[in-house]
């Protein structure tokens, strides 16, 4: 059964970097899309990024479009990362990576979209 899990997270200064790890184990013959969520204290989840079954499309929240990255080491993504730059106390949450193989990219950035989700990492930004 294929499991995800995230790392990376940690307890940093606003305008630092962070990198988030999100790795699948397991097999696959297809690939994976994979998106991030984000669940601040007393707020719902959120998404933050996604990158798409095909590798190249990607998504971003408003709030850190310009700021960060979403990429993949394969071409089955199972090991994707998300680059954080310029980290503000706003960002401070609790990171979800998900995953799924279904190939429409209609509700990538909903939550009902993805049936595999990891443990979470905490991700804190002092101002």
């Known amino acids: 059964q294929v499991q995800l899990v995230e790392s990376g997270g940690g307890l940093v200064q606003a305008g630092a970097s962070l990198r988030l790890e999100c790795a699948a184990s397991g097999h696959t013959n297809d690939p994976y899309a994979v998106s991030w969520f984000r669940q601040a204290p007393g707020k719902e989840r959120e998404f933050v990024a996604a990158?798409?079954?095909?590798?190249?499309?990607?998504?971003y929240a408003r709030s850190v479009k310009g700021r960060f990255t979403i990429s993949s080491v394969n071409t089955k993504n199972t090991l994707v990362y998300l680059q954080m730059d310029r980290l503000m106390s706003e960002d401070t949450a609790v990171y979800y990576c998900?995953?799924?193989?279904?190939?429409?990219?209609?509700?990538?950035?909903?939550?009902?979209?993805?049936?595999?989700w990891g443990q979470g990492t905490q991700v804190t930004v002092s101002s």
């Open positions: 998900a995953a799924t193989l279904t190939r429409s990219q209609a509700n990538i950035g909903r939550e009902s979209n993805y049936d595999l």
């Open positions: 990158i798409a079954s095909d590798g190249r499309t990607v998504y």
